[in-house]
């Protein structure tokens, strides 16, 4: 059995979802894993600055300094094998990963995402334009989903979700930081931490 699991966050932003993973792991809602390493793909993403100023490493890949979408996720995985990472968690890391990356961490990377899965999901629905979407629908309860990462954009099995209402006067931002606060920053923590207990009574 191993002792704690070795998650890697991936991000692309605030990484407010990375903080929310921090403070969890701080409280000790997350205590069957540990964040081991934060991969960006941009490098002002202040996701790094959260990460650096709780001792976590770092590393930046990007992709116009690789000559494919496939030497891109190369050197993730680089990066992550070095690291002997166990569980993969994407917390507005705004890139899709291909199948070859996803097969081989199958049940092992997770994604956080804006809404109640199936609603405004899939390719071209991340970040703010999901909330966009969502008010533009008229829809009166949103949310937030965690779920499994394989080749489908959004697709994989869903492991938590949790809903939030929609407001009189919501603009995509209020809308948004209402996601983050009462469903985001609560599931994305509890999430991480049922998959990585998973992982270590079950490391095959
Ligand atoms: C979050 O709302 C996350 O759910 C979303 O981007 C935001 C990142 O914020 N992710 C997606 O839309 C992925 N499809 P953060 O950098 O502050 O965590």
Redesign the pocket.
């Given at each position: 059995m191993l002792n704690k699991a070795k998650i890697a966050v991936l991000?692309s932003?605030?990484?407010?979802?990375?903080q929310a993973l921090i403070d969890a792991q701080k409280s000790g809602i997350i205590k069957s894993g540990e964040i081991k390493l934060v991969v960006s793909n941009k490098s002002d993403a202040y996701?790094l600055t959260r990460a650096e100023k709780s001792g976590i490493k770092t590393a930046v890949i990007l992709k116009k300094e690789c000559a494919s979408k496939e030497e891109f996720e190369n050197k993730i995985i680089e990066k992550l094998t070095k690291a002997e990472i166990d569980v993969i968690v994407l917390?507005?890391f705004?890139c899709i990963l291909s199948e070859k990356f996803t097969y081989r961490y199958p049940k092992r990377i997770i994604?956080?995402?804006?809404s109640l899965i199936p609603s405004f999901c899939g390719e071209g629905?991340?970040?703010l334009k999901?909330h966009e979407a969502a008010l533009a629908y008229g829809v009166k309860v949103t949310g937030?989903t965690v779920h499994y990462v394989n080749e489908i954009a959004?697709g994989g099995e869903i492991i938590m979700q949790k809903a939030v209402e929609v407001e009189e006067g919501d603009t995509p931002e209020i809308l948004?930081r209402r996601v983050?606060e009462n469903a985001?920053w609560i599931i994305l923590p509890e999430a991480t931490e049922k998959v990585c207990a998973q992982v270590i009574n079950n490391p095959s």
């Open positions: 991000v932003g605030g990484g407010t979802n990375l996701a917390a507005g705004m994604n956080v995402h804006p629905f991340y970040g999901v937030a959004d948004q983050m985001e």
